[in-house]
């Protein structure tokens, strides 16, 4: 069994910043990545950030030199700082991860979080 755990959600005015942090907790063998989603009202989930294990990062262009993921490998644990918010950046956040784990070690599997809701007031 394997657990995300979100926290950093909130509500804050344009140009503020927040910070998301997703433990994942539960029996691990390894971690391949980590990364963050977005999902606004009536629109997909989209990529906003991804680190993996030996820290290479990607990022959606709306959110490069904003946003920032980085991660704690021995905590098994990703941040995403995100600065200088905008209202386009409203959405539900979900932690993913890709895992091996679960009480196997064969078994990978993609993790997601419940969410975290991010509101960014004009």
């Known amino acids: 069994q394997v657990q995300l755990m979100e926290s950093g959600g909130g509500l804050v005015q344009a140009g503020g910043s927040l910070r998301l942090s997703c433990a994942a907790s539960?029996?691990?063998?390894?971690?391949?990545?980590m990364g963050w989603y977005r999902q606004a009202p009536g629109k997909q989930r989209d990529l906003v950030a991804r680190?993996?294990?030996?820290?290479?990062?990607n990022y959606a262009d709306s959110v490069k030199g904003r946003f920032t993921i980085s991660r704690d490998n021995a905590k098994n644990t990703v941040y995403l700082q995100m600065n200088s918010l905008k209202p386009e950046d409203t959405a539900v956040y979900y932690c993913?991860?890709?895992?091996?784990?679960?009480?196997?070690?064969?078994?990978?599997?993609?993790?997601w979080g419940q969410g975290t809701q991010v509101t960014v007031s004009s």
């Open positions: 539960g029996t691990i063998f390894s971690i391949d990545a």
């Open positions: 680190i993996t294990s030996g820290g290479s990062t």
């Open positions: 993913n991860a890709h895992i091996r784990g679960g009480g196997s070690y064969y078994l990978v599997k993609d993790y």
